[in-house]
């Protein structure tokens, strides 16, 4: 008997430690699922314990019983180690990303309501770095500038006003409803939640529609010369993922009118010396004091000399990292470098398997070839996509046999039309490239690649007449003719899939701040309002609300409580570290001497990624991108050439510094794919679709964030988990067929 | 069906801004009739670079032919022969078999020869400085249909914004003169009602910054507009001055 009431005493003090090691485990664990699941389990399992010792009282002493109990306490420990492993596995609330409390279309108003302000004679002693100009760089330095801060701004072309947002050409959507057409900031941020394939944060977006109509007034103030109809009023036409009409366009050009009022607008203050512009200089890192951004490394391209500077903010505007497939319709110079640089220092890379890719490039030609250039989305508002449905006329359009006008009405297959009645031509980009690429799968190709489709302006032609067409769209067509030979007024324009936009970048939170304090990031570089997709014309909308109308309110809820510290020197220990790592890294690649140039390089690692990371991603290809991004990583690492010298324009150097970082790149990209186990958005995995070849979401599994987080030099990096709780949008599966 | 032609392609090398520049002579063969002008000196670039020689430094970026970063001046003519084009997207195809091609950088005193081909335009993104712009701050501003503007003007106001900033006009000026690039912003802004408030102001001192910079006088020979890339027209040029001498006499 007494021996009984040890064993009972025992299995009680054992459940007693047990439920305290739970709770103290669970204390301060949020309270998501994963954890509620855990504790559950080891309740449950704490009283099978207890429904075993009440049997051994009951029937009589065997060793069965008491081994059943330890099996049971076993489970306990087990339990109890899982709730401590999930402890350990980092989540992003709401209340780290700072969303603020409140229904969806006041929390931007009460935030402004409540922030903290920086007054003007404060705001005259503190310095922002801000690096890159495009629009949301520009803009953002332009209007902090003008609050009254002292900007430094950098970038790396000739002039801030090359950036790439300059090539943007089909325009900017905004909430207006100029037309009627039944839109509103609701819908706007609706399509964009929806476009995103439900992995963007509703707070971000309902924010980035309801500031959307002050960028168009903005503009307009600039001298934005956007299209007008006769009466004098602003002119709209519809993208991608919308049933309305809300692009605001100046011709094919949009881009381009938009990065010049930003940039005259930035002029101005440059010419009152508010502004301090660095051109042809590139950051080569940032430096962090005290865990704060205060400055960073930059390199006089010209003069090659590596110079620091402080500031009391950094904010980072450096667009995507497209080209870590060398061909994307990015310009030459564009880059990742900038985000790879803060990632190492600790800000969390967000998403990055997100890369959009636009369903009207025009598609390879040549071994040289050096880049791809896009077709405005805007074309498919009146150009229809087809492939023959024969695949012997495939077969001849490939040969050069028959020319695309030579094949009949009723042998052509409009298979977005076919497909997705409701949306017809102007689907989603991810949709619209996935079904071009299985036609082309599908033997359907149109060019001598097999890799084309037809993009027609016949119908279009026939119903407006050449010269309504050419008004509209007369530059890409010409820009079409001056690439191909070819009259794309006679003959189908040929258009292929190609790497065009990055969704994924440095992950911030709602005051667009990164996981280190004092450093920002805005534009295509952050990750923050698109999810897993981006509609056509919202990275203007995004750079701009970004640049304008977000950050110069966030920025100072973060700088109110810098004003009182002074401007620090440069030559402080961590500049001085920090230079010396960056200078270290030059010299190691000028040392290596080897026999291939940056450029072959880059091409081999662009070839892995289209193939293995590109349209369509199986977990196996992923597993082999990896494998072989690393070989990529050191064949460079051993066997690249730089010619000249450090010291002065270099050209190759430059090349070199930012293909060491595609290289990383490609590799987190992978990575991210290959833990992403759904289909969503830009992010095709071929495992997970619908019988009808759609994507398919896990929402249960995977509706979150990725944020990566760099643990050292051929580490694996740890993967935090934002969890995307829809709170006002249902989800649903994307249906642009009804 | 692509073809390929050999060629010579005659360079100017110039180690820095102050060093002695010098022609310099390569041979290419195979380049494909498809291939841009850029992707030609690409291939010729890798080639350098495998014979451990030094690439030539160019300017380029969007290879789209908008961000206004490439030029060269090829066989005379700023981004070589074809019209209404840049560098970038010029293609092969416009070259003949066995053709010598020659490449120097703008020439102007105004843009200094930085490296090879790459010049310092900085002096264009100075006279936008000085008055480029319409003094508004961010917020604040009427909404965009408060104003209505007639399309004429809009469209007018958009065919001179289409200016890339290139540098084209100035390297085809026998002059030197910037006139064209500076009307072009002047144009697109006494265009619209919103840039009428400083218009006066603005083409004063664009064009005293211009004149400070270096640039040459304009004399009509209408050779920027011939060669601007852009299609930019030389009407321009008359709304400036017709914007200066207003703004002169009201002083």
């Known amino acids: 008997m007494a021996k009984k009431q040890n064993i009972i005493d025992e299995a009680k003090e054992a459940i007693q430690k047990a439920a305290e090691t739970v709770t103290e485990t669970v204390k301060d664990v949020v309270e998501d699922e994963k954890t509620q699941k855990i504790v559950k389990q080891v309740k449950q399992t704490a009283e099978k314990v207890a429904d075993k010792v009440q049997e051994i009282i009951d029937a009589p002493e065997t060793k069965e019983a008491a081994d059943a109990l330890k099996d049971a306490a076993g489970k306990v420990a087990d339990a109890v180690k899982a709730a401590v492993s999930g402890k350990s596995e980092k989540i992003i609330t709401p209340k780290d990303a700072k969303i603020p409390e409140g229904p969806l279309a006041e929390k931007w108003t009460n935030y402004k309501a409540h922030q903290k302000l920086v007054n003007p004679a404060n705001k005259r002693r503190l310095d922002i770095i801000v690096v890159g100009t495009g629009l949301a760089g520009a803009s953002a330095a332009a209007s902090l500038a003008e609050m009254g801060f002292n900007v430094l701004n950098f970038c790396i072309q000739d002039s801030p006003r090359r950036a790439h947002s300059i090539a943007a050409q089909g325009g900017i959507n905004a909430a207006k409803n100029y037309q009627n057409d039944g839109d509103s900031v609701y819908r706007l941020f609706y399509d964009t939640i929806k476009g995103g394939d439900y992995r963007a944060r509703e707070a971000n977006v309902y924010r980035l529609a309801e500031v959307s109509n002050n960028i168009i007034d903005q503009c307009v103030a600039q001298g934005v010369p956007f299209a007008r109809d006769y009466g004098g009023l602003l002119d709209n036409r519809s993208f991608g993922g919308a049933q309305v009409s809300r692009t605001f366009y100046a011709k094919g050009q949009t881009g381009q009118q938009l990065l010049l009022g930003a940039y005259s607008a930035l002029s101005r203050q440059i010419g009152k010396g508010t502004v301090k512009m660095y051109s042809r200089y590139e950051m080569l890192d940032v430096v962090v004091i005290e865990g704060r951004a205060r400055g960073i490394i930059a390199r006089n391209l010209v003069t090659g000399r590596i110079e620091r500077f402080f500031g009391h903010a950094v904010v980072i505007g450096t667009g995507g990292y497209g080209n870590t497939f060398f061909l994307s319709t990015n310009a030459m110079a564009s880059n990742g470098s900038v985000a790879m640089q803060i990632y190492r220092k600790g800000a969390y890379f967000a998403n990055p398997a997100y890369a959009q890719i636009h369903p009207t490039c025009i598609p390879v030609h040549g071994d040289f070839q050096s880049k791809l250039t896009l077709m405005s989305e805007s074309l498919r508002n009146d150009g229809r996509i087809w492939v023959p449905k024969k695949l012997e006329d495939a077969k001849a359009l490939q040969a050069g046999k028959l020319k695309g006008r030579d094949i009949p009405e009723e042998d052509r297959d409009y298979y977005l039309e076919r497909r997705y009645p409701a949306f017809g031509n102007l ?43 050419a008004a509209k769209y007369g530059n890409l067509f010409q820009m079409y003719e001056k690439i191909v030979d070819e009259n794309p007024y006679e003959d189908p324009m040929m258009i292929f899939p190609a790497i065009h936009y990055t969704m994924g970048g440095i992950w911030v939170d709602y005051e667009l701040q990164t996981s280190i304090k004092g ?35 966030t920025i100072q809820n973060y700088l109110s409580d810098q004003i009182t510290v002074p401007r620090m020197s440069t030559d402080l220990k961590e500049f001085a570290d920090a ?60 066997n690249v050439y730089i010619p000249g010298t450090a010291e002065g324009l270099n050209v190759e150097l430059e090349k070199a510094l930012r293909l060491a970082d595609f290289i990383e790149i490609g590799e987190l990209m992978a990575r991210d794919a290959l833990n992403r186990e759904e289909s969503c958005g830009g992010h095709f995995r071929e495992e997970y679709q619908t019988p009808e070849g759609e994507a398919l979401r896990q929402d249960d599994k995977f509706s979150y964030v990725s944020c990566w987080k760099y643990q050292g030099e051929d580490q694996e990096p740890e993967l935090i988990k934002e969890p995307l709780d829809y709170e006002f949008v249902q989800r649903q599966t994307r249906n642009y067929k009804a | ?117 790459m010049v310092d335009r900085r002096a264009f993104d100075k006279i936008i400085q000085a008055g480029g712009f319409i003094s508004v701050n961010t917020g604040g501003v009427p909404d965009a249909n408060a104003i209505p503007i007639p399309k004429k003007n809009a469209d007018l106001a958009m065919d001179a914004a289409s200016c890339i900033g290139c540098g084209a006009c100035v390297a085809a000026c026998k002059n030197g003169s910037a006139m064209l690039f500076v009307s072009a912003k002047v144009s697109q802004l006494a265009l619209l009602p919103q840039g009428q408030v400083e218009a006066a102001r603005r083409a004063k001192a664009m064009v005293a910054k211009m004149d400070e910079l270096g640039f040459g006088n304009c004399t009509n020979t209408g050779a920027c507009a011939a060669e601007c890339p852009k299609g930019v027209k030389l009407s321009n040029i008359a709304r400036l001055n017709r914007e200066y001498l207003c703004a002169k006499l009201k002083d």
């Open chain 1, 427 to 469: 689907v989603p980009r991810d949709v619209a490239s996935r079904a071009a690429k299985e036609r082309c799968d599908a033997g359907y190709g149109v060019n001598s690649t097999g890799l084309a489709v037809f993009l027609d302006f016949s119908d279009a032609i026939k119903r407006l007449g050449k010269d309504v067409v």
């Open chain 2, 1 to 117: 069906m692509e073809k390929t032609i050999n060629i010579k392609v005659k360079v100017w090398r110039q180690a820095g801004p102050k060093a002695k520049g010098h022609f310099e002579t390569f041979e290419l063969n195979n380049i494909s009739t498809d291939s841009s002008f850029l992707e030609m000196i690409d291939v010729l670039n890798e080639k350098l670079i495998s014979e451990r020689r030094e690439p030539i430094a160019f300017d380029h970026d969007c290879r789209e032919g908008i961000c206004g970063m490439c030029s060269l001046y090829i066989n005379g003519h700023p981004h070589g022969p074809d019209d209404e084009i840049t560098t970038c997207q010029l293609h092969m195809r416009k070259f003949k078999d066995g053709e010598t091609i020659t490449i120097e950088p703008w020439r102007s005193a105004a843009f200094p020869v930085i490296k090879d081909l």
């Open chain 1, 579 to 638: 230079e010396k790592a960056v200078e270290a890294k030059i010299s190691k690649l000028m040392g290596i001497q080897g026999k291939r140039s940056v450029d072959s390089i880059h091409r081999e690692l662009g070839l892995v990624m289209w193939d293995f990371v590109g349209m369509g991603r199986t977990a196996e290809g992923l597993k082999t991108a990896l494998v072989k991004i690393k070989e990529i990583k050191k064949e460079f690492w051993s």
């Open chain 1, 519 to 553: 450093l920002f990031c805005i534009g295509e570089a952050n990750f923050s309002d698109h999810g897993a997709n981006r509609l056509g014309a919202s990275a203007l909308m995004q750079g701009l609300a970004d640049g304008y109308f977000v950050l110069p309110y």
